[in-house]
T-cell receptor, first 114, second 115 residues
Framework: AQSVTQLGSHVSVSEGALVLLRCNYS??????LFWYVQYPNQGLQLLLK??????LVKGINGFEAEFKKSETSFHLTKPSAHMSDAAEYFC????????????FGRGTQLTVWP | EPEVTQTPSHQVTQMGQEVILRCVPISNHLYFYWYRQILGQKVEFLVS????????KSEIFDDQFSVERPDGSNFTLKIRSTKLEDSAMYFC?????????????FGSGTRLTVV
């Protein structure tokens, strides 16, 4: 079965600081991994995804994530936080099949202080 | 950039009433999904739909729920007799020819409030 754990329901950083949002997954098969961002009163926007190939994945808005199979992790990072990054971030895993449903973590609310 | 469009953005209904939530997926996508997010909780899968039939459904998707693709463009979720606990944000999503690996595109959601 697939599941996702996001460590830290709230993360606060100063503008310009490193952003690190943690995601660990469990999967019985090679997973597809996703990060989504949700701004207030909006839908889920895909930040980046890992399916196969290079384990360091770059996404939109300067975010990147690294798939570490040995650690079953897919942490999201950004070198320098911007005020506009304040949002809720969701990690999700799929079974890696074409029809796969997504299993979401509980989300991490990112606050960026000026 | 292509979008998944959901209507209405907000819906208030009385308990026991039927509601239909509507979605227009991206035109060349083949896989369609509904998810929901109860306030303060995680996003939960409801159902996936491919080739005009349900391909997978969760334990949440009981007999009160149904999905339909009536005209080749719209994708609807019907709740026959709403309950208070159906209050949630409902998201429609679609994915392209290679399915989930292509990446889902989510709509902006319909906030359903059952009173």
């Amino acid at each position: 079965a697939q599941s996702v754990t996001q460590l830290g329901s709230h993360v606060s950083v100063s503008e310009g600081a490193l952003v690190l949002l943690r995601c660990n997954y469990s999967s019985s098969v090679p997973p597809y991994l996703f990060w989504y961002v949700q701004y207030p009163n909006q839908g889920l926007q895909l930040l980046l995804k890992y399916t196969t190939g290079a384990t360091l994945v770059k996404g939109i808005n300067g975010f990147e994530a690294e798939f570490k199979k040995s650690e079953t992790s897919f942490h999201l990072t950004k070198p320098s936080a911007h005020m506009s990054d304040a949002a809720e971030y969701f990690c999700a895993v799929s079974r890696g099949s074409t029809l796969g449903r997504l299993y979401f973590g509980r989300g991490t609310q990112l606050t960026v202080w000026p | 950039e292509p979008e998944v469009t959901q209507t209405p953005s907000h819906q208030v209904t009385q308990m026991g009433q039927e509601v239909i939530l509507r979605c227009v997926p991206i035109s060349n996508h083949l896989y369609f999904y509904w998810y929901r997010q109860i306030l303060g909780q995680k996003v939960e899968f409801l159902v996936s739909f491919y080739n005009n039939e349900i391909s997978e459904k969760s334990e949440i998707f009981d007999d009160q729920f149904s999905v339909e693709r009536p005209d080749g463009s719209n994708f609807t979720l019907k709740i026959r007799s709403t309950k208070l606990e159906d209050s949630a944000m409902y998201f429609c999503a679609s994915s392209g020819p290679s399915g989930v690996g292509y990446g889902y595109t989510f709509g902006s959601g319909t906030r359903l409030t059952v009173v």
